[in-house]
């Protein structure tokens, strides 16, 4: 596997949102980099404490974009961050309970999960960028 390579077409025009999806990835980045090395697992539970932060700030912001910009598909999108809030939650207390989580269970979910949800959800919201609020 390899790191995500931030690409232009991730991009939104929303700075703030562009800015956090870029901290997103990084944070993943993290994980792959020492994925093959014995910091693996300490990383993985870094990784995921980071990932219920970013989340918590991260999906209120796209969420008020789209509630400000009247935008249809709202809920369904709200839908989508919630489940992956829910299973990040679930990994997270597994790791708990077992004091241990293969960065295997971990990172090709988190990787997929992002890539496809940026590039098939949050792109959508390119439409609101040359809104007046985002100048
Ligand atoms: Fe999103």
């Given at each position: 596997m390899s790191v995500i390579k931030w690409q232009t077409a991730y991009e939104?025009?929303?700075p703030k949102v562009d800015a956090q999806n870029r901290e997103?990835?990084?944070l993943i980045n993290k994980l792959e980099l020492v994925a093959y090395s014995k910091h693996a697992e300490t990383v993985v539970e870094e990784v995921l404490i980071g990932?219920?932060?970013h989340i918590r700030y991260h999906f209120p912001v796209e969420e008020r974009v789209m509630a400000e910009n009247q935008y249809s598909q709202i809920d369904r999108h709200a839908e989508l961050h919630?489940?992956?809030?829910?299973?990040v939650a679930q990994l997270l207390r597994k790791l708990k309970e077992n004091s241990y989580v293969p960065v295997?269970?971990?990172l090709p979910y988190l990787k997929s999960w992002l890539v496809s949800h940026i590039?098939?959800?949050d792109t959508k919201l390119r439409i609101f960028a040359s809104s007046e609020m985002f100048k």
């Open positions: 939104i025009g929303i997103f990835v990084e990932l219920v932060d919630l489940e992956f809030a829910h299973k295997q269970d971990v590039l098939r959800e």
